[in-house]
Each structure stands twice: as C-alpha cells, then as structure tokens.
C-alpha cells in the first residue's frame, strides 16, 4: 500500500472542507430592490461569519502543512495507519459544522467549547498518527530521533495553545476563538524542521 | 488507458462525498439570543445526524481503503471496468443522502432500509470490481490465486454483515445502524492481504 | 505546460460535478413523527430527481472517460487548449444545475431542452478540444490519422443521439431524458479506440 | 517539501470553488404545476447568476492558469511560500460567496465593489507569491530575469483592469462585472511566457 493516495484523498479532503467553508456565508436576504445602506449593514453584521471562516481556513491550512510535512517521511503505511488517517479526516471533515454554529452563536461559550474541543481532538489525531508512525517503522531513515521528537513537541505546543484557548472560551467566546486562531499563525515562523528540510532540499539539488 | 486517472476520479469522489455528509448538519435555528442551554438541547437532540455522520465516513472510509487496495493490483482498465467503478462511484456518491435520510427519521425502518440497501450495492459492486478484473486478466502477477480469494472472500464476509444488518433495522431502526457502523470496524483487525501487502513492501525495502 | 495538471483540474471538476448532484435530492419533510407509509410515498414521489441524478452521473462519467481517453494521446498544451479545457469545465460544472431543473420539472420541455442543449454543447466543446489537438500538432504520434477521426465520429455519433433526445423533449420530456441516457449507455460496447488501446497497452505488458 | 502537494491542494481547491458556484443557482420555485412560460421567464429573469456564474468561473480559470504557469518554474517551497498560497486558496474560496451575493443583487455597487476588491486582492497575493518565489531562490534556473519580470507584468496588467472595473461599478454595477469579465478574456492571447514555454517544450520533444 502506498502513501501517496492517502495523500490523495487527505488533500481532496482538505480542500474541500477549506472550500465548503463559503457555503455557511449567505446572501443577506433583503426587503428593499437597490439596498445600499441595507446591505452593506447586513455585510457588517455577518462579521462572525467572515471571521470564523477565516479562522478556520487558516487551522485547516496548518493542519494540512502538518500532515503534508508528516508524509515527507511516511515511506510506507499499513491498516491501523490508514484507519488514523481516516479518523483525522473526519475530524477535519467535520469543522465546516463547528464553523457555521460559531459564525451563528458567536457569544455562545457552548459553540465555542466545541470549536475548540474539535480542534483539539483533530489536532491530537495528527499527534497520533506521528506517534504511531513513528513507533511502527513507517518513517523512512530521514527521520531521525531528533526530528521525530521536534515535530511531536511542535504539535504538542499547538495542543497547549489550543487547551489555553479552549479556557479563554469559557469566559469568553470570541477571545477564545482569537486564541485558535492565533496559534496556527505562530507556527508561521521557520522552525527546526523547515530547516531539516530545506537543508535536505539544498543537499539534494546539488 | 491508465489504472491511475480512475484512482484519482475515484479519490475525488469519495473525498467529496465524505465531506460533503457536514453539509447534512444543520445549525439549529433558536429564537433567544444568549442560548446557551437551547443551543446545548438542540445539539444533543441532533444525535442522530451525528451518528449518522460518524458511520458513513466509517463505511465510505472501508470502501476507499478496499478499492485503493484493489488498484494495487489492477495494471490495466478496459471499457467496462471504467463502466464498473463508475457505477461504484454513483453508489458511493448516493450515500449522503441515505446519510440525511436516516439522520432526519433515525426510527424510520424504510430510511433504515434504503441505508443498508445502498450501502449493500456499492459493496456488492466493489465485489464485481474485482471479480470482472480478476477473470479479465487486468490484475498484475502479484494477484495469485489465493490473493484473489481472499480479498474476494473479505469483501463477502461484510455484505454478509450488512445482510444481518438489514434484517435488524426491520426489527429496530437505530440497531440496525449499529450493525451497518459495525461492519467496517471489523475490518480494523490485520487480514491476510495486508500481511500479504506488508510482506511485500518489506520485502521491496530491503 | 504539463497536460498532467490540466487533468487533475478535470479530475477534480467531474468527480465534484458528480458528486454535487446528490444534493440535490432532498429528504422529504414530513409532518408525523414515525412516517413509513409517508416516508415511502415521499421518496416514490422523488422518482424524478432519482432519475436525473443516475442519468447525469452517467452521462457526466461518458464525458469523463471520453476526456480522459483524449489526454492519453495529448503530449503538451497551449493556451487556447487550456481555455477550451476550462469552457468545457464551465459546461459540465453547469449540469448539476439543468439537473435540478429537470428533477423538479419533470414535464417540462423547457427544463428538458435546457438539459439537453447544456449536455450537447459540454459534448460539443469535448468534439473541439480533440478537432483542435489533432490540427495544432499537441497529440503524439500514436494518434494516427485512423485513431484521430475514428475517435472524433465517436463524439459525432453521441452528439447525433443528442439532437433526436432535443426533438423528442419538445414532444415528451420524460422521453427525451431516456433518450439522452441511452446515449452514453450504447458506449458501453468495445470500440476501435478500445482495441487500439488495449493493443497499446498489451504491447506495452510484453 | 514538495511543490506536488501544493499544486494537488489548489487543483481541489480551485476545482471546487469553480464547481460550487452551481449551487447558487436555484430553481425557480413555481406555483403552477405544468409551468412552461413561467419557467422560461424565471430563468431570464435569472440572468444575473448565469452571468456571474461564468464571470467567476472564467476569473478562477485565469488565476487557475496562472498559478499553473508559475509552479512550471518552483523548484522548491518553504513555510512563508506555502502560507502565501493558503491566502491565496482562501481569496479564491471566497468567490463563490462575492458571486451569489452579485447575482442576487446586480445592480448594487456594495455587491460590485466587494466582488472586484475579492478579485483584485486574489490576483495581488498571485503575484506576491511570484516575487516571493523569485526573490527567495525558489524558481529553477529556467525562470530567467526576463520571464520573472514579464510573468510579473502581466499579472500587473491584469491588476491595473481590475482597478478600472473598481472604477466603473461604482458607477454601474453590471458595467463593472463586464469589465472584471473582460480581464480574463484579454489573456487568451499567446503571451511571451507562452511563447518560451512553448519553445522549452518542443525543445524537450526534440
């Protein structure tokens, strides 16, 4: 079995539960035929809607360069492998519907706890799924003890700032949403393993 | 004609048809602002819709994970095989709507039934999938006879779990999804073709 | 440019095309709380979306394998190959629509010819993508003379099957539909581009 | 890290947001049940979302293309360049949201002006993406100074019409979503990056 059509269907996946985000963003319905002032208020209104779409592109998208990242090494999969991806996929799958209840119930702590709370386990699945590739022998030799470990800690840190906004939400659900959001743009910064990669990429191309 | 082009319709498809269940959860509409406790009602009394959601990605993710399976073998397509696996994919794609069925009337034994009726042929057709390839001469050497059997014989044992399935959802409705969610679970375990695949792998490792 | 990404874009389009068309269908709402007979009434009565959504599929899969047959002969791209790809992309992306339409106006010639003349123009435009390859030098030379104009009276022939389903909507539009199902269906049958390919192919396993 | 799975996630991405544009298209709801004048004027009257509907599939084509064209030159990708492509998917899975919103109100110059400000900052993080590829050492040494500049251009040229769209919807709404339309058209003509593409291919064939 190959790792590349795991790929296939995790991008299909991904970019379809990216694009399927637009749909919870609807057209104001309005009274008036050339509603300027109307509509432009019933856009402004819809901001939790902007914003958790937003928001959820970018947790997907780091989510995405995550699992991408992980099958750099991935050289070969079995059953119990396949079964973690699929559990990932459906908790990926399953955010465009944690979206739509936040960009509805933005004040809602019970909306925002479950955001979170999905999150979390999708991320947590990713955890796993390294883990687990790692400690069965499905990482090719690139993946040294040393790059196994950094690539945990980085998902575990995502974790933690996932656990700190989940709390944030509790008291308040639109700063606890700020906080999700926030963590994956810190991964933005360079870190060891884009090095580790970069520095292989370099090697490779000379 | 390549085997690969169809695998990536086929990827397409399912990764599509996965995602696209979350579209059958709906936001519940409340009437209060801060609806907090409403809003927590109104989830767990859509229990259904995501039960429903779970055990189809389950099952869709089985008959993904069978099918790339299958194309490990496959080394060339003819017309009707191309017929065959898209008649497997307009199976596979009529699922979220039984989803959405059974999600909405989770006590109805006719959804129940239509859920296990076309869960049921788009197994069976996976079945004619690889019986037409195998008697067609379209699957590589590495299909050898017991090969051939035995992946037959697992696509067999599931839609004799389906069957059993069916004739529980004539009793009792949610029971009978049960059994149709416990059928891919079963297939967790390692089977013969995997150890036959890994054996393989390993050996193209060394 | 690579024909390999325009393939992955239609891909991607058709396996999304197709799979859209189950939302379409829609779960009967009802009023009682335990609905068989209802239910059962409810989704006879949908016979027409059920129809069209196994009709389109089909004739959505012909024109998938009609291109995909194409690209195994194209050996690079220009840009005005890439539009035409893209406008017969816009075509097929459009049936999902004419799709709907049909299913809830069943009767209706206007439904019906609008079908009809979307399914026979995205035919059309495939019959000009294969015209304009075969005269700007972008097939390979496997493409023989034989193979470009057996290949292009096959479009032909499925857009004359076309024109007779058009005339016979404007009398019957439940008969039309049949009519333009049965067109990708006589496909079905092995066809000289079949044999060569599989000559190809045969050859290519010795 | 791999240019491929960059390309596979804005192939879906952008092959969905293309296809998903159908679903704003709705079927007339009719109060006669054999509705042939009505639905024909339902459907003119429908005009604006057919219009936006192709608008909007030929601007995603364009992008599509045009992001295609430059991932001819990536050699390799790093985490800022991987961001900027997911803005760049976020921008374009925002269109079908601008499109439903035009076509429902075309003669609204909020609606004009959102749909031209989407587009307009989709093709600006196009072309940040170029520069970034080319100031970074990520383009092969096939992207001499002369096509990054004119691959540069072109897309400012493209910029520039979006701007005088900008211009005109705010004095009318549907002239401006000609304007917009009409960007993507003028790119039919053969480019100079064309050109050297098409001379680097039939040298490769040579």
Redesign the interface.
């Known amino acids: ?2 790792a590349r ?1 795991v ?3 995790a ?13 919870e ?1 609807h ?1 104001p319905q ?1 009274a008036t ?4 002032g109307e ?2 208020q019933g ?1 402004l209104h819809a901001w939790p809607n902007f914003l958790t ?2 928001g959820t ?2 947790l997907l ?1 780091v989510l ?2 995550g699992h ?2 992980q ?2 090494y991935v ?2 999969v ?3 492998f ?2 973690l991806n ?1 559990l990932f ?2 908790c990926a ?5 944690c979206t ?2 936040l960009g ?2 933005i ?5 925002a706890t ?1 955001y979170g709370v999905s999150i979390f386990t999708t991320t947590l699945v990713l955890y796993a799924i390294w883990r687990y590739a790692a400690r069965n022998g499905l990482l090719s030799h690139e993946a040294t003890p040393e790059v196994v470990r950094a690539a945990g800690d980085r998902i575990l840190i995502g974790l933690a700032g996932l656990v700190v906004g989940l709390g944030v939400s509790l008291v308040n659900a639109p700063m606890g949403l700020v906080v999700y959001i926030a963590v994956p743009l810190s ?2 910064r ?2 060891e393993i ?1 090095r580790h ?2 520095a292989g ?1 370099a090697h490779d ?1 000379q």
Chains 1, 2, 3, 4 share one sequence.
Do not use: C, K
């Open positions: 079995m190959e059509r790929e296939a269907l991008d299909g996946v991904f970019a379809i539960a990216m694009t399927l985000l637009v749909l963003l057209v309005l035929s050339t509603p300027e509509l432009m856009l779409y937003a592109f970018l998208g995405w360069i991408h990242n099958f750099h050289r070969r079995n059953r119990r396949l079964w699929i996929l459906m799958g399953f955010m465009p519907f739509a209840l509805t119930y004040h809602s702590r019970v909306a479950l991964y933005l360079q870190s884009d990669l970069t990429h191309a």
